[in-house]
């Protein structure tokens, strides 16, 4: 072995004599005992996203905008810090695919404000910051936020027919108290 | 030191290096293990939803056309012309909207009837708009909107009605409206 090795191996040999030798006078010294059982469960995070303003986009016209509220809701929930993110909304063919729908769906635009309110068809607030979690949510808070969809005001006449599908994602997450 | 004992020195302290990669490779393998547990807890704790709605466009159609005969009993020595109407499809406020109206017969030539386009609901149809072609014709109505932010749009055709000239007097041709 060469020789610079030998003071580490040494130490290492005092320094697994040290532990066991203090666990055993550890418990030389100890009394075991019980303590009665107690019940354990689960925490719950509980939430809904609904519309509180249904969003109506039948019927729409070239350059028209229309609003609806969307709703987030700490319904129930122990421990953990509730938070949730509102993400990237998508426009999707709804059914069978045409060349209407595909149009369509290129022409439409969302965008979630930061407000829950509107006057006519223009939401409160600002756009909202996609992605980014919200403040953490008491137990019992509501939170809404004002939807607009706008049909281009360039938008062809062949987009006439097409249905797609409006989707606004939000994620619920209950994060660690640590 | 002589050059033997300096090799027999490296030779030596060779499996010492490996004992110790090896260490930092295990320790390695531990710290992923349990970032990959913590991240899996996590994922646990989470929970995806979603609100929809569903999407369409405006329907600028013109309503079904109807066929109306001006004068059933015509023997007044003139072609006597049929009243095409229809309804308007609703747009909104600021859109301008002008019809087209087209006769298709059974044989022969399709036909736009004039005036066309036209801002009005409703055209008299004479022998002559079809040619004075007595076949049946099958009339239909498209709409173009000119919306308030400048995009036009040409709607499909209406639903349809049919019209005829129908030689009354040797001479003389009236527009029918059959069935």
Known sequence: MPSRLRPALV??????????????????????TTAAAGSVAGGTFAGTVTWSTPLNLAGMYPGETRVG????????????????????????????ATTASTALATRL???????????GTTCGGTPLTLGAASAVQALGSVVQHCVAVQLAANAPGTVQGGAVVVTVPVTLENRSTN | MSSLDERADGRATAPAGRAVRR?????????????VGSG??????????????????????PGTPTCVTTDPDASDGSNSPATISWAPPVVPAGSTVT??????????????????????TSMLVYPSNFGDSTRPHTVTVTATVTFPGG?????????????????????WLNMRCPA
């Open chain 1, 109 to 119: 635009t969302v965008t979630p404000y930061t407000a829950g309110t509107f006057s």
């Open chain 2, 23 to 35: 260490a930092t490779g295990v320790l390695g393998v531990l710290l992923a293990l349990v970032m």
């Open chain 2, 151 to 171: 995009a036009v749009w040409t709607s499909p055709a209406s639903g349809s009605v049919k019209a005829q000239a129908v030689r009354a007097l040797i001479f």
């Open chain 2, 99 to 120: 019809y087209t109206v087209t006769a298709v017969p059974d044989t022969g030539t399709t036909r736009t009837l004039t005036p066309s386009p036209s801002t009005a």
């Open chain 2, 40 to 61: 899996t807890a996590w994922a646990w704790w989470t929970d995806a939803r979603s609100v929809n709605a569903t999407a369409g466009t405006i329907d600028i159609r």
């Open chain 1, 69 to 96: 509220v969307v709703q987030v809701a700490r319904t129930a929930g122990t421990n953990g810090r509730w938070v949730y993110t509102v993400g990237t909304p998508t426009v999707a063919v709804s059914g069978a």
């Open chain 1, 11 to 32: 130490a290492c040999v005092a320094v697994v004599l040290l532990l066991v030798g203090s666990t055993t006078a550890y418990a030389a010294w100890s009394r075991a």
